[in-house]
């Protein structure tokens, strides 16, 4: 009972009226928000400054002491100024012996310095212990009252008790500590702010380059064939023509490349006979930004579906129509209506319509708020099942809107097959692959492959053998 009883302690922050003393180092504008967080919290905070004239910039309820006497006055010192200016804490070694010290900086680049700058710290007051925290909350989110920022706070440091204490201060502000584990953490807790999007680069660079590609592509095809061959200037297709087809081709490719890591990697699986042995690093990294690249292709379709919604009112459209009916009527004749046609443009808008709704509900459960109220299975559903029924549909949306054109000698100018007949190479690949997968002589062991079972298990032992010797 009693060991239940400190555990859920251990979990809550100090929910006591009176609260511990917090000293802050450092008067800029991180050490000013985040002292008028805690003032708000219930913490009384006294700053360490060179200068102790108070500045009407610092929370009214503070008070500014010089570094030594702000020390004395409480055990979690936040040291709230940059690296560069840390030589001072050593003539006070003495003082901040056996207190927290709680470092919040960050540098200009990533592993700038050899060690972090937590690391730096603890030799610097080695008598003092040392916590990272509060580096990844920008002087804005806590000035915002962290509504509109992330609450995610990493901590990590080498003492247990000095660590808890510092999570305990992070869930008082209200926001969430994550343990990080050991002061070697830091390094790469400082690094994380510095990084840009790093999870997006992969894909953000390929669709430029798929974007260049069938921008150029096009260009060639659909302005400049005309221009030479038919002398007619159809330039004006770069601003809505042109766009309205490489943002449905960019959807449809980069859901295709969603799907085929997967295929790739049970391929490998089957190939091996274990799942114990790691993918290729480019594997990884493609695999880890699977996300990413769903996203991605949900914005391309999306401009595809604004793109195709002004259709009816461009000047170029209305004109063509207009000229088709006074045509007929100075001819006197009536185009019959032609089923087949009819049915093919209908069941081509109605796939495409399914496609982009399953296409959005794809995006939606990707997104945290959602993911984290739907189990490991409802998910798995929802992003595997789902995701491959609407590559499907969005697959047979561009094969039925090219309808009998695959066969015609006028859909291939310069040699050329129109860009959406390119697009079809990478999804029908990964669904007739995929189709191949299910078969049962392939899904059987792939399914026991994936719960453990191993073809040739001893060389996963040989292999773990030469791992555990090369360690030692």
């Not at 800029?28 to 913490?43: E, P, W």
């Not at 010089?66 to 003082?95: G, P």
């Not at 087949?340 to 939606?364: E, H, K």
Request: proline share 5%.
């Amino acid at each position: 009972m009693n060991k239940n009883s400190s555990n859920i302690m251990a979990l809550a922050p100090n929910t006591s009226n009176k609260r511990e003393t917090i000293c802050i180092f450092g008067t800029g504008d991180f050490g000013r928000a985040l002292g008028h967080k805690m003032i708000q919290s219930g913490y009384p905070v006294v700053f360490g400054s060179r200068s102790t004239q108070k500045s009407s910039l610092i929370p009214k309820d503070a008070e500014v002491l010089s570094h030594a006497e702000a020390a004395q006055k409480a055990a979690i010192i936040i040291i709230a100024i940059q690296r560069q200016h840390y030589n001072f804490l050593t003539s006070l070694a003495e003082i901040l012996h056996g207190k927290v010290l709680v470092d919040v900086s960050n540098n200009l680049k990533i592993n700038q310095y050899p060690e972090s700058n937590a690391e730096y710290l603890a030799q610097l007051v080695p008598g003092a212990k040392v916590v990272k925290a509060f580096n990844t909350v920008s002087a804005w989110a806590l000035q915002s009252g962290t509504l509109d920022a992330s609450r995610q706070v990493f901590v990590c440091g080498d003492d247990m008790e000095a660590k808890q204490r510092v999570m305990d201060i992070v869930r008082a502000l209200g926001l969430t500590p994550l343990d990080q584990g050991s002061l070697l953490a830091a390094q790469e807790i400082e690094n994380y702010p510095l990084q840009l999007f790093p999870m997006w680069k992969f894909p953000i660079l390929l669709s430029l380059c798929l974007t260049a590609f069938f921008f150029f592509y096009c260009l060639i095809r659909d302005v400049i064939y005309s221009y030479v061959y038919d002398n007619k200037d159809f330039s004006f297709f770069i601003a809505i023509s042109i766009p309205n087809r490489i943002c449905p081709i960019l959807a449809l490719i980069l859901l295709a490349l969603v799907y085929l890591p997967g295929v790739l990697a049970a391929i490998i699986q089957l190939y091996r006979g274990t799942k114990y042995r790691r993918f290729p690093d480019w594997l990884d990294k493609w695999m880890l930004c699977r996300k990413q690249l769903g996203l991605v292709a949900l914005a391309f379709a999306s401009l595809h579906v604004l793109y195709t919604l002004v259709i009816p009112i461009r000047f170029f459209v209305r004109w063509r129509m207009n000229s088709q009916i006074i045509s007929q009527a100075l001819n006197n004749k009536t185009e019959p209506l032609n089923n087949t046609y009819a049915w093919l443009s209908d069941s081509y808008l109605a796939l495409g319509i399914l496609g982009f709704f399953l296409f959005v509900l794809l995006g939606i459960t990707s997104l945290p708020s959602v993911s984290n109220n739907v189990n490991w299975r409802e998910f798995r559903f929802v992003q595997s099942k789902l995701g491959y029924l609407t590559l499907i549909l969005c697959t047979a949306h561009t094969l039925v809107y090219g309808g009998n054109r695959f066969l015609s000698p006028s859909s291939y100018r310069w040699y050329l097959p129109n860009a959406y007949m390119v697009s079809l190479i990478v999804p029908c690949i990964v669904l007739v692959v995929k189709f191949v997968l299910i078969f049962p002589c392939l899904d059987k062991p792939l399914t026991r492959i994936r719960q453990g079972w191993e073809r040739n298990p001893q060389y996963s032992e040989q292999s773990n053998y030469i791992i555990n010797k090369s360690a030692v």
